[in-house]
Structures are given as structure tokens and as C-alpha cells.
């Protein structure tokens, strides 16, 4: 999945900075990843620790986690469902009738194919769900495995907060729902869908990662039709993009970010937080290390990272191919 932020490509640089920080022996520690977005990290982290506790805003990314790292058993009719689900008749639903050109509006996120593709699987998704036909645990997998493949046919250029005048190759595909992999273990993993700064309160762990909003993009509004399909309930969509009400993070706001990350440090029963940032952030490196140094020991680490790009470098405040990509890191004293 596309996605503003994703840590894939940094896992290495992220493992090693915690390895250096808090030893290579991971497995009696307990791991927060306290802004998930799609999970990579608690994904990457959750073989090697005791217990991941997963938490982030959008309710996309909390079905994401719920499948990725709180699922921890076989699904073995997993195949039979995926393959009822591809074989399923079309229908015209709330994706067809609101998000795309022949259902009745001008937006074109998806071909009129696909839109009723997801409106029929994610029908029957919910329908087993009902009836108790399907676990959580295969809700969740199957609901990711929509999310996914929606996501590989969409008519975007990444992110939602717009959609193309004409459908691009991949936008004509018909969509094949694929399944979600995720790793099994016998552990029990947590995941959260609440704000960062009120579930701090309530939780307490060993290490905190933590990668919020850097600029003032709002995911809400960014992602908003993949919170559509995974809530998929009725409302009215507003404006040519066809928004829902959305959360908004005060990460994404210049004049309240720096309160509520203080805020978050200062009530984070961790002893080893991670930050991940940026040379583009709301928040200069100065900025955080006055703030971090405040609670214990601080560092840094930073490596050159080849930016996200989801528009057109003339429409781009920040034109450079790479940003910094900092690692700031604090041993807090409890």
C-alpha cells in the first residue's frame, strides 16, 4: 500500500538504532508503536518482543494492526472465503453510488467495475460478520485483504485527497481480492484506535516508537476512502472529493504540536522512546531535542531517505528527491 510516511525502507536503520540503544535481546520487552499507520513496524518488532501494543487514530489502520498484530491464529477456511468473496455478482452500492463516475457523481476513484466489487464484498463481509459466521480474527484478515487490493486499483495518484480525470492502467484492472499475510505467534498483542496523548495514560511498556504526522496533512482526509470502506457506514459526502467528517490531529497543526508532543513524553511510562521525524517537519531538530532533553538522555541518528511523493515537484514546498530522516532518542528517567 502506498503510503505517506511508511517506514518500510527504514526498518533496517530503525532495528539497528534500538538494537545499539537498548540491546540485541528483545524478547521480554514490551514494544509500543503508538502512531501505527499501516503497522510495518510493530510487524517488524513482533517476532522479537513480548508484547506489541499497536494504536493509531484512523480506524483503516486499526483494522490493519487488528489483522497484522493482533492476529495470532491459522485461518483455515482462509482461501474458501477469499475465493467466494472474487466470485461474487456486482452490486451498485454506497462506493459505487458516491466514488465513482457512473454511479451519479463526477468523482472517479475507482471504474464502475471495481465499485461495485468492493461494495459486494464488503457486503458479504459484514453480512458473515452479522451472523456470526466469521470470527473477529477472519473479519479483520478479510477486511485488510479488501482494503489492499481496493487500494492497488484505485485512480490515484497515492493518497486519496483527489482523484485522476482518467483512468490509469492500473485503475482498469478488475480487482482480485488477495489475501493478507501476516506472521503468526503465540503471543498476545494489543491494538488501539484512540487518540496517542489520551492512551499514553493508560498503558506502560519498555519501548515507545513513535512516528506522527510530520506536516499538515491530515490522514483523515488523505485516507478518507479507506476509512470508508472499512467502516462502511451511510453519511452524506461532502465537497468534489466526497469527504466524511475526519479526525483531526493536532500533530498536523504548527501552533499546538510542540504542547502535545511534550505532553506525550512527559506522560510516556517507557523507558526508551523513538522518534521518528524529518528535515521537513512542523517540529525543527532543535526543537525536539530541547523538549526530549528536558525528561532524560538524548541523541540522535539520521539517515537520507528518498521522499514520499504524491504530486508534482512544482507543486511541492519541499522539491528535493531525499529527505534527512532523523531517529531522535531519549532514555527517560522513570
Known sequence: MNYIGSKSKLSSFIKETVYATVGSDLSTKVFCDIFAGTGIVGRNFKAEVKTVIANDLEYY???????????????????????????????????????????????????AVNAQKIDAIRQQIALWKKT????????????????ESADKVA????????????????AQKELQLMPATFLLDNKKHQVYNEDS???????????????????ARQYGANYHLLNTIAKYNEFVPKGKTGLPDYNKSDYCSKPKVKSNFEQLIKDANFKYIF??????????????????SKYGKYSLAKTDYKRFRADKAENRNHKASTTEEYLHILIKNL
Open 197 to 215: 496523548n489520551i492512551l499514553i495514560k493508560k498503558i506502560k511498556g519498555d519501548i515507545l516508537y513513535m512516528d506522527p504526522p510530520y506536516n
Open 61 to 111: 489502520s486499526y483494522v490493519l494492526n487488528q489483522n497484522y498484530i493482533a492476529n495470532s491464529n491459522v485461518l483455515t477456511e482462509a482461501t474458501s472465503y477469499i475465493e467466494t468473496l472474487n466470485n461474487l455478482p456486482l452490486k451498485k452500492g454506497f462506493i459505487y453510488k458516491n466514488y465513482c463516475r457512473k454511479g451519479g457523481t463526477d468523482r472517479n476513484y475507482f471504474s
Open 132 to 147: 456470526n459466521t466469521i470470527s473477529d480474527e477472519m473479519y479483520y484478515f478479510l477486511l485488510t485483504s479488501l482494503l
Open 155 to 170: 485512480n490515484t495518484a497515492s493518497v486519496y485527497g483527489a482523484y485522476l480525470k482518467k483512468l490509469k492502467k492500473t
Open 275 to 292: 522518534l521518528s521525524y524529518n528535515n521537513e517537519g512542523l517540529m525543527s531538530v532543535a526543537e525536539i531535542k530541547t523538549i526530549m
